[in-house]
């Protein structure tokens, strides 16, 4: 099971001819671990032609060309590290990193989702962070997707989703780490191919912030126990799942103990105060094999490793399951000699195992020996640089889609069975099974309003005691779009995430990819990415918002054919006073409605459309210049204090927003929607249900209205009604649309899904 | 004695994760907090004698194998069983919190601060999940620790295993034993403070008689599932955003209750 191409083959027996010698079953795989797709991202690295059009490499041509260009002082760390890591106060840094865990999560849901949980929290942990908090992104198939339909050896969704999430809070939980953010989406897409994105945000301090290990210095393997569990886990997650996975990859998925992890955590956090170490690095996706060769690549040098000498759940392993096992819980310290005893002693006073397994060696060469035997002898060029680069062709034409033809039904019925879609409904009973609030640092809760039930935009952290300064989490997400556009997919997302993490009151803000994508060998696959990835570009350099890190999983394909092309965008603001933050629950009555942003015919791959039947072909757009001038007149008015809620429009647009807003704060309202600012002419449902991006709901108290007012002068605005009674009443053009009682719309939308 | 004077020990162990915020708690309130793993103690590096109280904060300790709280209880009743009656007869008070509440049950040391007398347990939440939520609680009886809690207060809970369930059969006659005692701290409670009567998700864990929190006789020792380290400050509140005052917290008073307590009794 290498998984490697035939050109990859061949360039490996080129190397060996050249040795005159056969490789060994260690080497192999270490080839095998290192030149994954996983490993080292050949497609987001490679050469793309894509229409005619030469990319040599797509991540530093777009997404890391963003940061390039912008080069905020502020960012830290980018695409270097374990995680991206930004400045936060003093000497204080924020790290953030999204992963995915998805075809683990597919064939043992509960495992899969905790050990990606347990995963992405070393990689905090692998950029000397303290993990504060979680966030974590789930795409599942239907929950009422037919039994009769679903192909043999594949789960329910409704099985995963159970079990993915009970991962997720086990492991959160356990460890002490809350799960402050997130989301979750359902689409036919994801029956085959699940996918489980795993966040965590680490507070890193400059000033110990060590990266300067050199030949001499000791390799130290720290943590639990090496077992057969996660053998071929890269290899695994670069390929297809086929029928049978479960059976060729039952090993693949690793087992994960929270406990362990906190106890290396507090370990770590020992050394890294002392100074003791020279490195660190996580043991992840090919274990020993990655984190050795990579560390000893990073530093330009080589490294001996004795495999007999790791610790091993059970005996009669060979070197090389040993060499590529990714049990769970291990880390890579790398250590100076002279520190090395006091190291143990940390590591020993919190009843971890440690155990210097080998060296660096100034010699360019990654030597492993199991007891007297030199198991492999590479050369470190060979390994980092012999890999021949992909080329892959990349294709991208628009679907044929067109604008469905329909008469508007029942207004109040429809915003009713809108709240009640999944997509859309109250998340309520997954979050309470996160501890959310563990740390005390959570001040914007996931959970917000009068009966602290109503869906927050972004939370938003508190790390330092001594410090008001916050960050707010936030994410955007629009699968659905992709189907019509990827690259306004990515748009959107962008501008999702960015809302999101303004109307709390972030600014500043970093972001973090994360592509879930089919197979890129596939030309019409890899051209929708190419196009999402030219998107990241555009937006994310117009909106000043750098890209820190960022992943893809590729090959996410099922018997159920490819997954529904996913970008995740994560974001990272910073509130400088959390006591500014502001919720999305109306606060009172009698206060002034404001709608921020242009509401335009842009219905393709909404959640109305979607209720209808619908997919469409009107896919909402981004105006970067006129955004960005609401989102600074919107924080502007968030300093001022003249916010009293902000809400952004999302999936169901103004109409689920604003049903929102009222059943959260158990307020009512009365909106006319002549009054919305709109380009052109449009249908009373659309105006109510579009999804256009870039828009805000905000209440405002009515004696600090021409203050706000005069803030937001040179953006689209208006004032568009005001909160009343306990009712949600919409008019159009003085013709009342629907009337609805606030306790049942909160009714309907907490019916949606349930744990 | 001066409050900067009074020394806290936050006892940790392997899976313990609610000990930061719990020691940054008391060191705000001006006493000097410390969090020690149990093992120095057993090691005899370092001894209880050098606290005036302790805290047993929340977490998973050893990853509650077993049941929750068992190992940590069984570690202090067997290994460090005779310093801490010591503490516990001298009256020094201890503060169980979530986690630490299942390990006071679990070591006997609640109800009846008897070292290894197991009367009652934290069995799992009646919904069969972990449970994150605030909740109301109603003051029933006074003790060190709750002297200037208010009626009604607000805390968070997040647990698996918060239901607090008697020995079946002696259900009622523990009931009123711990009743006339006073012993019975906490219940929760609706919004308004009528008693939650098992309502969920007002009694989110299906406690027996509401039961949210209990103390020893003499009430030196209080185990409770909600955590007043995160409702120390009015901004830990899910719904702060709704009021303009952000001042403390209902969970300062508990650890007031304890600093005041210490500073009396130690002159």
């Known amino acids: ?755 | 004695m001066k409050p900067g004077e009074v020394r806290i020990l936050v006892l940790r162990s392997a899976g313990t994760n609610c000990d930061a915020e719990t020691a940054s708690a008391i060191a705000e309130l001006g006493a000097r907090a410390e969090v020690v793993h149990v093992n120095r103690f057993i090691r005899g590096r370092r001894s209880l004698e050098e606290f005036h109280g302790m805290v047993l904060p929340g977490g998973f300790s050893y990853g509650d194998r077993i049941r929750s709280g068992a190992v940590l209880a069984k570690l202090l009743s067997h290994r460090l069983r005779r310093e801490l009656q010591r503490f516990v007869d001298e009256g020094r008070p201890i503060l169980g919190i979530c986690n630490g509440f299942q390990v006071l049950v679990e070591s006997g040391l609640l109800p009846f601060g008897e070292v290894g007398q197991v009367k009652l347990a934290l069995a799992k939440n009646a919904s069969a999940r972990f449970e994150a939520r605030w909740v109301y609680l109603l003051k029933c009886s006074a003790t060190p620790f709750t002297g200037k809690l208010p009626r009604v207060s607000r805390m968070p809970v997040a647990n698996a295993e918060g239901r607090v369930v008697f020995p079946p059969g002696e259900e009622q006659s523990l009931l009123e034993e711990l009743e006339e005692s006073s012993q019975i701290v906490l219940r929760y409670c609706t919004r308004e403070g009528e008693p939650a009567r098992g309502d969920y998700p007002a009694n989110p864990c299906g406690s027996f008689a509401d039961i949210a929190g209990l103390a020893s006789p003499e009430g030196t020792i209080l185990g409770m599932m909600p955590h007043p380290e995160r409702a120390f400050y009015r901004y830990m509140y899910p719904d702060w955003t709704r009021d303009s005052a952000l001042g403390m917290g209902d969970g300062c008073a508990i650890f007031e209750g304890m600093l005041e307590h210490i500073l009396k009794s130690q002159g």
């Open chain 1, 1 to 755: 099971m290498l998984a490697l191409s035939l050109e990859e083959m061949r360039a490996i027996q080129r190397y060996y001819r050249s040795l005159n010698r056969e490789p060994t079953d260690v080497e192999l795989e270490t080839f095998a671990q290192t030149w994954s797709e996983h490993c080292v991202h050949k497609t987001f690295k490679g050469i793309i032609i894509y229409d005619g059009e030469e990319i040599d490499g797509l991540l530093k041509s777009t997404i890391a060309r963003v940061t390039r260009e912008l080069s905020p002082e502020w960012c830290f760390s980018v695409f270097e590290d374990n995680a991206g890591i930004v400045d936060f106060e003093g000497d204080y840094a924020i790290a953030f990193k999204v992963e995915t865990h998805n075809h683990p999560s597919a064939i043992e849901p509960f495992g899969g989702a905790a050990t990606g949980v347990g995963g992405v929290i070393r990689d905090i942990l692998g950029v000397w962070g303290e993990p504060i908090a979680n966030t974590d992104v789930l795409c599942f198939g239907e929950l009422d997707y037919p039994y009769e339909k679903l192909p043999r050896d594949m789960k329910h969704p409704r099985f995963i989703f159970t079990y993915v999430v009970a991962g997720i809070g086990s492991y959160g939980n356990n460890m002490g780490i809350p799960t402050v953010n997130g989301a979750i989406f359902f689409d036919e897409g994801y029956v085959g191919n699940p996918l489980v994105y795993c966040g965590t945000v680490g507070i890193v301090k400059k000033s110990r912030y060590r990266r300067e290990a050199k030949p001499g210095d000791v390799l130290l393997l720290v943590g639990g126990r090496t077992g057969r569990d996660g053998i071929h886990g890269v290899t695994f997650a670069s390929a297809e799942l086929e029928e049978g996975a479960e059976e060729t990859f039952g090993t693949a998925v690793q087992i994960g103990d929270p406990i362990e992890e906190e106890k290396i955590k507090r370990a770590i956090l020992k050394v890294r105060e002392a100074e003791l170490g020279s490195a660190i690095t996580d043991l992840g996706g090919g274990g020993l094999s990655s984190a050795v060769g990579e560390q000893a690549h990073r530093f330009g040098c080589g490294a001996r490793v004795h495999l007999e000498r790791v610790p091993l759940k059970y005996a009669g392993m060979k070197p090389w399951e040993i060499w590529i096992s990714e049990s769970q819980e291990r880390m890579l310290l790398i250590v100076p000699p002279s520190k090395l005893e006091r190291v143990l002693e940390i590591f020993e006073e919190e009843e971890v195992e440690a155990t210097a397994i080998g060296e660096l060696i100034p010699e360019r060469r990654l030597e492993v020996y199991y007891g007297d035997e030199r198991v492999a002898d590479l050369s470190m060029e060979f390994l980092f640089h012999g890999l021949p680069r992909v080329r892959r062709a990349a294709s991208w034409s628009p679907p044929e889609l067109s604008e469905p033809h329909f008469e508007a039904g029942n207004l109040g019925e429809d915003l009713h069975r809108l709240l009640a879609m999944p997509n859309i409904a109250s998340k309520e009973s997954v979050i309470r099974t996160y501890d959310h609030e563990v740390k005390a640092m959570t001040v914007l809760k996931p959970l917000q309003g009068e009966a602290c039930d109503g869906p927050g935009d972004a939370a938003v952290l508190k790390p330092l005691r001594e410090s008001w300064r916050g960050i707010a989490i936030s994410n955007g997400l629009n699968p659905l779009y992709g189907k019509i556009d990827p690259y306004w997919m990515a748009a959107s997302a962008i501008d999702e995430a960015v809302r999101n993490n303004l109307a709390v009151g972030g600014r500043r803000i970093a972001l973090l990819d994360n592509f879930c994508w089919g197979n890129p060998e596939k030309p019409e696959n890899l051209g929708g990415l190419v196009r999402a990835a030219k998107a990241c570009y555009d937006i994310a350099l117009a909106y000043e918002t750098p890209f820190i890190s960022g992943k893809d999983s590729l090959y996410n394909e099922s018997p159920l054919g490819a997954v529904t092309p996913t970008l995740l965008i994560s974001a990272l603001g910073i509130v400088p006073d959390v006591r500014r933050a502001v919720s999305m629950d109306f606060k009172r009555r009698g206060s002034c409605i404001y709608i921020l942003g242009e509401t335009r015919p842009e219905l393709g791959g909404s959640h109305y459309y979607k209720l209808k039947g619908y997919l469409g072909r009107s896919v909402p757009k981004v105006e970067p210049s006129r955004a960005k001038r609401t989102f600074a007149a919107l924080t502007r008015a968030i300093d001022s204090g003249l916010v009293l809620a902000c809400h952004d429009l999302s999936e169901g647009g103004l109409g689920v927003a604003l049903a929102e807003m009222c059943f959260s704060g158990n307020v009512g309202a009365r909106v006319e929607l002549s009054l919305v600012p709109a380009p052109q002419e449009m249908r009373a449902d659309f105006i109510l249900f579009s999804e256009s991006n870039s828009r805000f709901l905000v209440e405002v108290h009515p004696e600090k209205a021409q203050e706000f007012e005069a803030l937001m002068q040179g953006t689209s605005f208006a004032r568009i009604g005001e909160t009343l009674g306990r009712e949600l009443v919409v008019t159009h053009n003085g013709r009342e649309l629907l009337r609805e009682h606030i306790a049942e719309l909160k009714r309907s939308w907490q019916s949606g899904v349930v744990l």
